[in-house]
């Protein structure tokens, strides 16, 4: 067996333990329900209220930005309507990363458990 068969062989047995892994990854909503259960699940809860409380000011501030008729109303709902996103955005982005953090803990995790069994 030549060197370029032996690395397409490990390429091969690579690829197929990637698929397992990925076959056996939760998805986006699987990883959304982990951040529940996670440490901070109170605050995972309370950003969620959060995001929903923006969203629905978010919708009233864009409907006033659309039927404002003077300029001065349809600048200040403008700002209100980035402001708002901006906000959303930014809760958003922490949940993501709430969510990245609880993932990155168990995969350590498992390489912990990996670790020990090698060990024994």
């Not at 062989?9 to 996670?38: R, Y």
Request: hydrophobic share 50%; no cysteine.
């Amino acid at each position: 067996m030549n060197i370029d068969e032996r690395i397409k062989k490990e390429l091969e047995i690579e690829n197929q333990q990637l698929d397992e892994i990925l076959a056996h990854d939760s998805g986006l909503f699987g990883m959304l329900g982990n951040a529940f259960k996670g440490s901070l699940k109170r605050w995972v809860i309370l950003i969620n209220i959060i995001v929903l409380i923006v969203t629905a000011v978010m919708v009233w501030a864009g409907y006033h930005f659309f039927v404002a008729t003077n300029l001065d109303d349809r600048v200040f709902w403008g700002v209100t309507l980035i402001v708002l996103a901006m906000m959303q955005i930014s809760l958003k982005e922490w949940l993501f990363s709430e969510m990245r953090r609880n993932s990155m803990l168990r995969e350590i995790k498992r390489l912990e458990l990996a670790i020990e069994q090698l060990k024994q």
